[in-house]
């Protein structure tokens, strides 16, 4: 066993793990945070992006020992208390998610997107950033949309990454 | 329009908890001094197995329980069951083989469940598994369908050509007539290729077991946890129904996959009582591969005939439908009834006749898959009419034109009543949308650039519903296909809906709601709707075959007609004024001709104050409950146009424009149902372009991850043009017809007959991928030189 402490939406966490636990095993079993899901075993569905210093990071690709010391946000620390992340918001306004799977990875993968890329995003642009994500219900376009107006809406709020 | 009333885009209500990672699925969910499941496969296609040896995993140091088919037998589990009866040509039986949940001295396919391994921890449970060994006699694999009705190689005892059923419908001689006087005939041979639906959920159980009560709780990725809880009784043997909970929380997507009853869920839950302890199994990725039903597999020939000016006389089809190695729940219904009804497609046929052969091979079971038996009958039909119309030089609109349905309701010769519809507008309005007209120039400016540009076209036609119940109990279904609802109105005014059907992403808390909240006229956020939880509603088939709308909320609306009517009554003793004078509108309830008025909320709290009336005048409360059974199948159709462009150096095919009119009847919420057709057309898309299962010659499923079965990506696919026409669907109360599949039925024949129409040739089967279209590209090319 090994031990690993890191900062979980701004909590301080420590656990006693199995050196081979990953990253999205920690989360939801050691800390129940079930928000992050895990779609495939071949790191390219997307369902389990988490940031960890402010990166998007495939979470079922990490082992939680080697997140000793950083600091995560998975989409349960997105929010600011009931007031939702632009994104967020606007994955709802424009119906871009249907079961709802796919898409806490999908909005952490859109927020960093934005980060890296900034808030004019085009189509193709958010089309090929969303390359690693998979969305089996939406056929994307609602997704591509909700990406860019939530692009838009980070800008205007002035927002980066929500509790890093 | 206010914002919440029917017809409005109204926001999702669930979409909040999904947006904060607060969603319940399956894998969510964790009992206390919950175990681990992780089964042991079979590495093999099909062998048999001589023994079983779980001593060193017994051992292991955290694991509970080593479980096989023997131990099911012991128990007397029953095994799985197929649940619609197809009978051959001559009247006899279909031939099922045995389904046990852990196989029972034989393998069948890759995958196929031979022990399950429960443990304290998921790791040690799957580190275990690799220490039961398994002696297995390896047999002869059998993939390929024409080699499986040989009979060389035994799948089933009962079925020794390894063919499930011989079964056709229509009138053989009368088609024969009208080929044997057609003008002209096109012929065509397809593949529809196999698919893995993929759910980005991967299948889940927990069984849990309280010995204090003798109560089973399962919970379950499930479109339609009454009927597992039915087939888990009735027929597995589990437990009987009131000591069986089946619980299917929130579900990440199911298109089809998620209707089954499935082996790991009976195991979990019957092994929950023998370790004593709750038993959790999660599907990873390739075990969803290996193990969820596949979906379509057919090979089809077809013939159409026609008259000298392209009239339609009749369709021939011979299709053979590869079904897996064991009967999956509704499997043999997917290529018989929910198929060869629908190869009338939008036209006026006279004649019909298809045969088909179900058949055994050692691979996973094949069930309904998003569309199930509508998409490969819209494949044949699209197909089939594209070429006809190119053969005989007519523009492909005006052939589809010439032939269409124009008179309702129409009788087809394959069973199917069309009871509303306006074919013709919906391909007006999408040929507008896609501009048409130019097409031929945007063409010219592909071909200056050295691109192929085609345009296909996909006038689909879909039976959602799949009830009333005595008719498809007349045609072998198992189950009656009906829905139920309850409407507990709280004194408060508040009401909560309880609906037999699922969701798995389709938005019915907000639908559902919207509809009850327009009827009632309560806000739309006091309004919830309750689901999937067999001991809160009692009783529903669920959600699959775009059936909830149609039935699901007819189904409420009934219900809501009884608690209009149950109101009106306590209003009636209340304003003291006859039942028959309250009228009930915009929320009210008024003594009519009078301004004397309670609104709902005072009149669902006199229904329980009770106050007004005696116990023996009118019973007090206020809750109604309703089962709705249609009166036809319903029949939503439409038009997909595909516009795409191929780069011939690359084999890359880009699709330019995606128009899609769709006559869905009356929607309730456009904003969800244009979702349902975007979802549709890019799996439809997946179908055409990227996807396809493939199993090798010893029956080793060869794409069996993300790395090898290729999904459709966002940057795989455009934005999409959507429109609607109405014709409102006569056969139920709220004129609905279904959206869920249209998009993956329609799709597929849009995009091949794009491809085939850019290449100038038809020789490209599905999926068209790069490579294929590089070499159809080549085959045109050489095609052009000798002309
Ligand atoms: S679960 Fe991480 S990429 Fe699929
Ligand atoms: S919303 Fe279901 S997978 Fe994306």
């Known amino acids: 066993m090994a031990s690993v402490s890191m900062t979980v939406n701004g909590k301080s966490v420590t656990g006693n793990v199995d050196p081979r636990t990953l990253l999205v095993q920690f989360l939801r079993e050691n800390l129940r945070l079930t928000g992050t899901h895990v779609g495939c075993d071949t790191s390219q569905c997307g369902a389990c992006v988490v940031h960890v210093d402010g990166r998007a990071v495939k979470s079922c690709t990490t082992l939680a020992v080697s997140c000793d010391g950083a600091h995560v946000t998975t989409i349960e620390g997105l929010a600011n208390g009931t007031e939702l992340h632009p994104m967020q918001a606007a994955f709802r306004e424009h119906h871009g998610l249907q079961c709802g799977f796919c898409t806490p990875g999908m909005i952490m993968t859109a927020v960093d997107m934005v980060n890296r890329k900034g808030s004019n995003l085009d189509e193709h642009t958010i089309r090929e950033e969303l390359e690693g994500n998979i969305c089996r219900c939406t056929g994307y376009h609602n997704i591509v949309k909700a990406v860019a107006a939530g692009a838009q809406a980070m800008a205007s709020t002035g927002q980066k990454v929500a509790a890093e | 329009m206010t914002a919440t009333e029917i017809g409005a885009p109204v926001r999702r209500k669930e979409d909040f908890r999904f947006i904060t990672g607060k969603g319940q699925y399956t894998d969510d969910i964790n009992r206390p001094g919950q175990s ?219 298109f089809g996959s998620k209707i089954f009853i499935y082996a790991e869920e009976t195991v979990c839950v019957w092994a929950a009582k023998k370790v004593g302890r709750p038993v959790k199994w999660t599907a990873d990725r390739t075990e969803a591969f290996l193990s969820d039903a596949h979906g379509r597999d057919h090979v089809t020939d077809a013939e159409l005939a026609m008259d000298e000016k392209g009239r339609i006389l009749a369709l021939r089809v011979k299709t053979k439908a590869n079904l897996g190695a064991y009967l999956s729940t509704f499997s043999s219904s997917v290529p018989t009834y929910l198929y060869a009804p629908l190869l009338s497609g939008q036209y006026d046929i006279p004649a019909i006749y298809c045969e088909v052969d179900g058949i055994y091979t050692t691979t996973a079971p094949v069930d309904a898959y998003r569309g199930a038996g509508r998409p490969e009958a819209t494949f044949v039909v699209e197909r089939i009419v594209e070429v006809a119309a190119r053969e005989l030089g007519q523009d492909p609109t005006a052939f589809r034109r010439r032939n269409f349905v124009r008179k309702f309701p129409h009788q087809t010769p394959v069973i199917m009543m069309y009871d509303a519809g306006d074919y013709s507008a919906s391909l007006d309005k999408a040929l507008e949308m896609a501009d048409y007209r130019n097409f031929g120039k945007r063409k010219r400016e592909s071909a200056r650039k050295g691109k192929l540009r085609g345009i296909g076209f996909s006038a689909y036609i879909e039976a959602c519903g799949i009830a009333p119940s005595a008719a498809v109990g007349s045609l072998g279904a198992g189950v009656g296909l009906w829905e139920s609802a309850e409407i507990r109105v709280n004194p408060v005014g508040t009401v909560e809906v309880l609906t037999g059907s699922h969701s798995h992403g389709q938005g019915h808390e907000t639908t559902f709601a919207q509809l009850v909240s327009a009827r009632l006229g309560v806000p739309i956020d006091q309004v919830s709707v309750v689901h999937g939880d067999t001991d809160k509603v009692q009783f529903g088939m669920g959600t699959y075959g775009s059936r909830s709308g149609a039935v699901g909320m007819s189904a409420i609306s009934k219900a809501l007609d009884k608690v209009v009517a149950k109101g009106k009554k306590v209003a009636a003793y209340v304003l003291e004024a006859s039942a028959d004078d309250i009228e009930f509108k915009d929320g009210r309830f008024q003594v009519a001709g009078t301004d004397k008025s309670l609104a709902f909320g005072e009149v669902a709290l006199q229904a329980y104050i009770a106050h007004k009336f005696s116990g023996q005048e009118l019973e007090p409360g206020l809750k109604e409950g309703a089962f709705y059974d249609p009166t036809n199948f319903t029949f939503p159709a439409g038009v997909h146009i595909c516009e795409l462009e191929i780069d011939p150096e690359t084999g890359v095919t880009t699709i330019e424009r995606w128009t899609a009119v769709d006559d869905f009847g009356h929607v309730i919420n456009p904003m969800i149902v244009e979702g349902q057709v975007h979802g549709g057309i890019a799996q439809g898309v997946g179908q055409a372009l990227l996807e396809g299962a493939r199993y090798d010659a010893n029956g080793q499923l060869v794409t069996a991850s993300y790395m090898d079965y290729a999904m459709p990506r966002a940057d795989d696919l455009p934005s999409f043009q959507v429109g609607t026409t109405v014709t409102p669907c006569p056969s139920n109360p709220l004129g609905i017809k279904g959206c869920g599949e249209a998009g993956a039925i329609a799709a597929p024949p849009a995009v091949i007959n794009a491809i085939t129409d850019a290449l100038g040739h038809e020789d490209i089967a599905m999926p068209a991928t790069p490579q294929a279209v590089w070499k159809a590209c080549q085959k045109a090319a050489r095609k052009m030189a000798a002309e």
């Open chain 2, 36 to 254: 681990y499941a992780y089964f042991v496969r079979s590495p093999h296609a099909h062998a048999t197995i001589k023994s079983i040896d779980a001593t060193a995993a017994r051992a292991v140091p955290g694991v509970l329980a080593v479980l096989t088919g023997d131990d099911l037998a012991a128990d007397k589990v029953g095994g799985l069951i197929c649940g619609w009866m197809i009978h051959n040509k001559d009247g006899s039986p279909m031939k099922a083989g045995a389904h046990p949940a852990l196989a029972q001295g034989k393998v069948r396919y890759v995958g196929d469940h031979v022990a399950v391994v429960v443990a304290e921890d998921y790791a040690t449970a799957r580190d275990a598994a690799e220490k039961v060994v398994v002696d297995y006699g390896v047999l002869p694999a059998v993939v390929d369908m024409n080699e499986a009705v040989t009979g060389k190689t035994v799948i089933h005892d009962v079925a020794p050509d390894n063919r499930v059923y011989d079964w056709s419908l229509g009138d053989k001689a009368a088609t024969d007539a009208a080929f044997a006087k057609a003008k002209h005939v096109t012929k065509l041979h397809i593949v529809n290729n196999r698919l893995v639906p993929n759910a980005m959920e991967p299948r889940a159980a927990v069984g849990d077991y309280d010995s204090g009560t003798e109560q089973f709780t399962l919970y379950t990725t499930s479109q339609n946890p009454h009927v597992a809880r039915l087939v888990l009784s009735a027929f597995i043997g589990i437990a009987p129904e009131h000591k069986l909970r089946v619980i299917a929380p929130d579900v990440g997507g199911g």
